[in-house]
């Protein structure tokens, strides 16, 4: 299996706006590999540098030190996003396109020819359930329909990688369950799934290996069962390696 | 080019299907329309005035379209994070600074052959003539200004934070340039150093709109049109400028933090 994720000595600051301090370190020294048909479950609780590590896979931040790359692609070039999808934690798209236009649009974008486009934007449609509603302006989907067409834009171009930050975040359980079911349909085909969550159950569920990460620092990385180790739950687990006491 | 043609299809679409870039659009029209209809006397000087007014209108609204067309693409794209899905594309900065740029001058530019193809017909039904090139010659300066006015509030957009305050200094400096700027030098004759040397550097430093937006006399007195080697000249001066902006846009965006 190859490594096609891979930080090294991550370390992101950003300036401070709290009184007395200049800089605020939201990474510091992450080094995580994830490696083909892998599903990687990033966990920590708010505010621990699970999104700040995702928005510099992505290109959104520089880091103040260290690499990243994707597919062994430096991050900061736009070729390293070729054969990724990635859902954002708030689904939010041009509200005056219908969800057909968007896809279409996307599919531009990753340089796909019409006819594959064409098929892409039926496949993907297909697989969120929002074909009958392909025709409509996204300004008069419900939330989960939105989440849905986050979904399909994410898969238009057939990624390889699949970056999904809280994907099942204000879904209802129904929302939940179905998004749960597309990611094991694409773990089934072999694709890479790096998401992160706070539903440590379907982390538990669906996810190959994991990694807890607390204050821009990795505190936990292996396999489900190796980081349970005797505890009952991951979540027991997860409570204990952040230093929560109750 | 794909990505920036993509990026262009996407804000034309969006102005075609918002609502509010119709109000000035039709409101400009309409003023037009009415003011073409007044007769006064027959008199030629008033149909002159009109003429001129109906121009400086459409100078006006075609400004006032091109600043607030564009001055909202970044930021909105901002706020309502569509920019994240974006960005997470194998699509460069520049690409998407290119694609908006190119969007919103077409955006522009539309609205711009809408009115003059309006005003044009107007006009003829009064004059019985349509000096043709004269309007090409002017509508095309127009445009190009334009164009450095798209790239001026795009920078902006990328400046400051908010699109109204983009909006109202993209629209100050714009009209400051278009009143005073020809003056410039003569008022630096009246300063001592170093501040005469500092406004004779704004004077070469500005792009001169005042320019193109002189080339609607060629419609309001008839004049008889200008040389096409002048024309390409001020069209590669405006380029210039342009692309200056557009650079300076660029470099701006490039390390931007866009969480």
């Keep these: ?246 | 080019m794909r990505n920036v043609f993509a990026i262009a299809q996407i804000v034309i679409l969006e102005m075609y299907r918002r609502k509010e870039f119709y109000v000035l659009f039709i409101l400009t029209i309409m003023i037009c329309l009415i003011m073409g209809s007044i007769n006064i006397f027959n008199d030629k000087e008033v149909i002159r005035y009109i003429k001129e007014l109906c121009l400086l209108m459409i100078w006006a609204s075609s400004l006032i379209i091109a600043i607030t067309t564009t001055a909202r693409q970044i930021p909105a794209e901002r706020e309502q994070r569509t920019l994240l899905p974006l960005l997470a594309k194998p699509l460069s900065r520049t690409q998407l600074i290119f694609g908006k740029f190119l969007g919103c001058w077409i955006v522009t530019g539309l609205a711009l052959f809408c009115f003059y193809v309006l005003f044009g017909v107007l006009a003829a039904t009064r004059e019985h003539q349509w000096p043709i090139f004269n309007y090409f010659q002017a509508a095309l300066l127009h445009w190009v200004a334009l164009g450095v006015v798209v790239a001026l509030s795009l920078l902006g957009s990328l400046v400051f934070a908010a699109p109204s305050s983009n909006s109202t200094i993209c629209f100050a400096i714009c009209a400051a340039i278009m009143c005073l700027g020809r003056y410039l030098d003569q008022f630096a004759l009246n300063f001592h150093e170093p501040m005469r040397s500092l406004v004779y550097g704004i004077y070469f430093a500005i792009p001169h709109l005042e320019i193109p937006f002189e080339m609607r006399n060629l419609i309001i007195h008839d004049w008889p049109l200008i040389s096409w080697n002048f024309v390409g000249l001020g069209c590669l001066y405006l380029l210039l400028y342009m692309v200056f902006f557009l650079l300076a846009a660029c470099l701006v965006f490039r390390r931007k933090a866009v969480n």
């Design chain 1, 1 to 246: 299996m190859s490594v096609i994720l891979k930080t090294e000595k991550l370390r992101v600051e950003f300036k401070s706006r709290e009184l007395g301090q200049t800089t605020k370190v939201a990474l510091n020294q992450l080094d995580l590999e994830v490696s083909t048909g892998e599903v990687f479950g990033f966990l920590g609780p708010n505010g621990a540098g699970k999104t700040t590590t995702m928005n510099v896979l992505l290109g959104f931040v520089q880091p103040t030190s260290g690499t990243a790359s994707l597919f062994g692609i430096d991050v900061r070039q736009p070729i390293a996003r070729q054969r990724i999808g990635y859902l954002p934690e708030m689904t939010y798209y041009y509200k005056f396109l219908t969800a057909e236009e968007l896809l279409r649009f996307y599919a531009k974008i990753f340089g796909l020819p019409g006819a594959e486009a064409n098929k892409r934007i039926d496949e993907t449609l297909k697989l969120v359930e929002l074909d009958s509603a392909r025709k409509r302006l996204i300004k008069t989907y419900s939330k989960g329909m939105q989440q849905r067409v986050g979904l399909a834009q994410a898969l238009i171009n057939n990624p390889d990688l699949l970056i999904l930050d809280e994907p099942t975040s204000g879904l209802d359980p129904l929302g939940r369950m179905k998004v749960r079911d597309i990611i094991q349909r694409l773990k089934n085909e072999g694709k890479t799934v790096f998401f992160s969550s706070h539903e440590l159950g379907e982390v538990e569920t669906v996810c190959d290996r994991v990694a807890i990460i607390a204050n821009g620092n990795l505190k936990a990385i292996g396999r489900v069962q190796e980081i349970k180790g005797s505890e009952e739950t991951l979540e027991k687990a997860f409570l204990n390696i952040i230093g929560f006491q109750n």
